[in-house]
Structure formats: structure tokens, C-alpha cells
T-cell receptor
Framework: QKEVEQDPGPLSVPEGAIVSLNCTYS??????FMWYRQYSRKGPELLMY????GNKEDGRFTAQVDKSSKYISLFIRDSQPSDSATYLC???????????????FGQGTILTVHP | DGGITQSPKYLFRKEGQNVTLSCEQN?????MYWYRQDPGQGLRLIYY???????QKGDIAEGYSVSREKKESFPLTVTSAQKNPTAFYLC?????????????FGPGTRLTVT
């Protein structure tokens, strides 16, 4: 079983829809959670960064972390065609000593928002 | 502008040749990473470096080598020993201080070996 599971999709929604992207994980040491957006043939771009459980909002994007369920989500409101990309979740435990802040990634969800 | 640059964007090599991918950052970050991305497999860590003149193997280091002679630079060499070198290679960096665990990525290099 992978440490981080992410439904690869593909997910296709109409413009204006609310999109929900999710990841589950098994390592209870994970405390730092990130969502990246990756356009085709480009490097991943950091969208959201959260620490421990709770919600974080940034414009049309909301990140949720539920550590008790080992479940994180990214919501996109009023989705636009420009949101069409692959979305990667990533997470890390606390760095210290010989640790190096390693990120463990989900495999990514391909999202298409059609006009 | 601060950021991470990778060159070249596309690279073509014949089987049996070593090839070096460039990664430079001007973010003054301490830690740098190399990942490999294959379709449907997410990102897999090849090598990482927390400080100059020090680097460690990641999850899939076989057939790769790195150096970290300067804080700004972390080149990756794909050797002829790497069995399946064709992939999208991504370099990333992290500040490495406090609770900053987020990594920032370069634009990537697509390597094709035939």
C-alpha cells in the first residue's frame, strides 16, 4: 500500500463547478501538507501549504486537513478552464536530526474544466 | 526574479552516454532535491542535498550521481547504468529553516534516450 493515495481521475467538470480533490495517507507522522498544480510539461507550482489539521483559504482555493481521518482535500470554487491541470498532494513529517524534510507525493489528479 | 532554472528544457541522448542536467537557484535556499516524474507515478526522489558538499541518496538513486559544490547549483548526471533514463526530471529547493517544509520547483528537463 502506498503511503499517499490519490485518485488519478481524470476528472472533467463544467466551468463554474466546485471541484473536490482528495488524498488519503497512512503515515501518522505527516504534519505538513501541500497542494501543487502542474500544467502539462511544466514544473509543479505550490498552491497551498497547511500545517496540522484545519482549513486554509486562498481566493477560490480551500485546503482542508483532517488528521484524525488521515484525509486532506482541496476545493476549487467557480472553476475556470485555466484550472485545467494535474493536482498533486504532498506531505512531510517534522524534519530534524538526519531527516531532510522529505516530501511524499500522491500520483496526481488530472482535472479538465470545460467551457 | 528569484527562482529555479533548469537547462536544457529538452535533451536527447543515445543509449550508453552519460548526460548532466543543470539546476540553479537564486532563492538562497539550503536544501535542493532531484525528482523523476513518469506518467501515472507521481514524483520520486533521486537525490537531495541539505548543505554544500553534502548529499544523500533518495528512493531511486541507482544510475544517477550529483554534486553540490555551490549553494546555488545542484547538477544531476544520468549515467549509462540507469536502465530507464527517459523521463521528466524536476529540481526543487527548500529554505531548510524553521517550519518551512514546502519545496519550490524548476520548470523541468525532459530527457529522451534512444
Amino acid at each position: 500500500q502506498k503511503e499517499v493515495e490519490q485518485d488519478p481521475g481524470p476528472l472533467s467538470v463544467p466551468e463554474g463547478a466546485i471541484v473536490s480533490l482528495n488524498c488519503t495517507y497512512s503515515n501518522s507522522a505527516f504534519q505538513y501538507f501541500m497542494w501543487y498544480r502542474q500544467y502539462s510539461r511544466k514544473g509543479p507550482e505550490l498552491l497551498m501549504y497547511t500545517y496540522s489539521s484545519g482549513n486554509k483559504e486562498d481566493g477560490r482555493f480551500t485546503a482542508q486537513v483532517d488528521k484524525s481521518s488521515k484525509y486532506i482535500s482541496l476545493f476549487i470554487r467557480d472553476s475556470q478552464p485555466s484550472d485545467s491541470a494535474t493536482y498533486l498532494c504532498a506531505m512531510s513529517g517534522r524534519a530534524g536530526g538526519t531527516s531532510y524534510g522529505k516530501l511524499t507525493f500522491g500520483q496526481g489528479t488530472i482535472l479538465t474544466v470545460h467551457p | 526574479d528569484g527562482g529555479i532554472t533548469q537547462s536544457p528544457k529538452y535533451l536527447f541522448r543515445k543509449e550508453g552516454q552519460n548526460v548532466t542536467l543543470s539546476c540553479e537557484q537564486n532563492l538562497n535556499h539550503d536544501a535542493m532535491y532531484w525528482y523523476r516524474q513518469d506518467p501515472g507515478q507521481g514524483l520520486r526522489l533521486i537525490y537531495y542535498s541539505q548543505i554544500v558538499n553534502d548529499f544523500q541518496k533518495g528512493d531511486i538513486a541507482e544510475g544517477y550521481s550529483v554534486s553540490r559544490e555551490k549553494k546555488e547549483s545542484f547538477p544531476l548526471t544520468v549515467t549509462s547504468a540507469q536502465k530507464n533514463p527517459t523521463a521528466f526530471y524536476l529540481c526543487a529547493s527548500r529554505a531548510g529553516t524553521g517550519r518551512s517544509y514546502e519545496q519550490y520547483f524548476g520548470p523541468g528537463t525532459r530527457l529522451t534516450v534512444t
